[in-house]
């Protein structure tokens, strides 16, 4: 009898059960709609294997391909009053933040970090947009001040990822005040004479787009970013006319001037520390330097 129940029957079982396959192991491209194993569209940067579609990437794990060896340290930045209009729509302003916190596992939109890429040393700060949109509000003006005013200490440029669907509703004339707040940070940069690199991700719209975004020394954008401060669908909706091809996207906005630069992922690494090195005079990175990047896991 022990024979059949702890060998047979556990023998049959485990050939007609179903077998339990994380949900998280494959990811379909929203573009070309392959379906793509995590492993390799991680180690691709969150880049379509297939199509080349930039999809979105943590601030987390930008910095880990960006910094040499993938090792940064954080900076801190001073917290916000919480829900300062006591703001409510279907949900608490509160309870929305911590169910974005528990989402991303981050405490708030943005990452400041400082570090070296190809032992040059840098401050860099990005936003997430799968945090309420990337949503700028005070954190997110405290955050690029706190970035700025470390750059000036440090005397270390400031490179900025973009990526956000606007001003934080939630938190009113407040968030709006953040557009004055960041330029003044990035007007401390310009008076040290330091460079200030914005790198613009798919999408970066409204007040992001007024202020901060577009205020760098050098504009580089990812392939078919989004960029802009009303949406395409707004403005057809306004003029009553068909908009061209492609507007509002990165390559666009490189053909009218509005770019300097449109940089596949991959690349961007050594074209920043290319960039920093000339405006900074210092020599060109040699090989090794640029090679100094994280294992594959």
Not at 164 to 174: D, F, N, S, V
Not at 213 to 239: H, K, S, Y
Not at 269 to 285: F, S, W
Request: net charge neutral; hydrophobic share 40%; aromatic share 6%.
């Amino acid at each position: 009898m022990n024979w059949i129940s702890n060998y047979v029957r556990p023998k049959i079982n485990s050939l007609f059960s179903r077998r339990e396959v994380p949900e998280n192991l494959w990811t379909k491209c929203p573009e070309c709609g392959t379906m793509l194993f995590h492993r390799e569209l991680a180690a691709n940067l969150n880049v379509c294997t297939h199509c080349d579609h930039h999809m979105a990437i943590s601030p987390r794990d930008r910095f880990s391909a960006l910094f040499d060896g993938g090792i940064f340290t954080e900076v801190k930045v001073p917290e916000p009053v919480v829900d300062p209009l006591h703001f409510r729509d279907q949900k608490k302003y509160p309870d929305r933040l911590k169910t974005a916190q528990k989402a991303t596992g981050e405490r708030e939109a943005m990452l400041v970090a400082e570090g070296e890429i190809a032992r040059t040393p840098i401050v860099a700060v990005a936003q997430d947009f799968s945090f309420m949109a990337g949503s700028m509000g005070m954190y997110v003006g405290n955050a690029i001040l706190a970035a700025a005013q470390r750059a000036v200490e440090m005397k270390r440029p400031l490179v900025l990822f973009s990526a956000a669907g606007g001003a934080r509703m939630q938190e009113g004339i407040l968030s709006l005040m953040q557009m004055p707040r960041t330029t003044v940070a990035v007007e401390m940069l310009r008076e040290a004479r330091l460079p200030y690199i914005v790198v613009l991700t798919h999408p970066t719209t409204g007040g992001v787009t007024a202020s901060y975004a577009m205020l760098g020394d050098v504009q580089i954008a990812e392939p078919n970013a989004l960029i802009c401060f009303a949406g395409p669908r707004v403005i057809e909706q306004t003029i009553r006319e068909k908009l061209p091809e492609g507007f509002q996207r990165a390559e666009y906005l490189l053909d009218h001037g509005m770019l300097d630069r449109v940089t596949h992922r991959k690349a961007l690494r050594e074209e920043l520390v290319t960039i920093i090195r000339m405006l900074t005079g210092q020599p060109p990175a040699i090989k090794g330097e640029l090679t100094l990047q994280p294992a594959e896991a």
